[in-house]
């Protein structure tokens, strides 16, 4: 028999709940408090248990938040998103229609992500990534002043259409072009131009050259 007194979930009096909306067990949604704000989910959402919703945080319609997920303050989440178990979700962060965050993925503050992207792995601070975008590896700073744990440096710029393959590192402020792909356990500190392959470290060869498989992949041709 089911102990219900054990199967608690605290929710802030001023968190907004949309129709059909389920939450589990030993969730926390809506702290701490703070004078105006508010939680606000859209309808028909499934929040796991032992999930952490701070306060200001909007979910849209259909989202999806696994067991044992935390969602800081002020982030954004737009409709039928999937966030998998495991993950945390930083302050200000915007995540896009129809995308999944995977796994026990970490996704620092005010990052940006697009619609329709699958990410995984490591993504540091002020990152932006674009639409249909599949991040499997880590994006992070070059932390050239160790001295400063936050040095103010810049995060890089990933367009639409690009794939960064598992274990793959991606450090600076860089800019990747759309229609990148970078195999897996490649690093990349520099810009990489659109319609690219980029292969090891900084081993960029323009797509019209490259004679792998890759070469008849419709990927070059996604557009939506």
């Not at 508010?38 to 248990?49: A, L, R, T």
């Not at 979910?59 to 997920?69: P, Q």
């Not at 259409?161 to 450090?171: A, D, H, K, L, Y």
């Amino acid at each position: 028999m089911t102990n219900n007194k054990r199967q608690v979930k605290t929710i802030s009096t001023s968190t907004k709940i949309g129709r059909g909306t389920k939450i589990g067990f030993h969730t926390v949604i809506g702290f701490p408090k703070i004078k105006n704000k508010h939680v606000q989910i859209g309808q028909n959402c499934s929040i796991g248990n032992q999930v952490t919703i701070c306060t200001d945080v909007r979910l849209g319609k259909k989202v999806i938040v696994g067991d044992h997920s935390f969602i800081s303050c002020g982030a954004v989440i737009q409709n039928e998103v999937f966030v998998d178990t495991h993950t945390f979700v930083g302050d200000n962060v915007v995540i896009g229609e129809h995308s999944l965050v995977l796994y026990g993925a970490r996704i620092y503050d005010n990052v940006q992500i697009g619609e329709n992207a699958r990410i995984a792995g490591f993504v540091a601070e002020n990152t932006f990534i674009g639409n249909y975008v599949s991040m499997f590896g880590s994006i992070i700073h070059p932390y050239r002043n160790p001295k400063h744990w936050n040095g103010g440096e810049k995060s890089p710029i990933i367009e639409d259409f690009v794939v960064i393959g598992f274990n793959s590192t991606i450090v600076g402020n860089v800019k990747i072009g759309h229609h990148v792909y970078i195999a897996a356990g490649s690093i990349v500190s520099k810009d990489v131009p659109s319609y690219s392959m980029v292969v090891g470290v900084n081993k960029v060869t323009p797509f019209k050259n490259w004679n792998g498989k890759m070469k008849k992949s419709d990927f070059w041709r996604w557009n939506k």
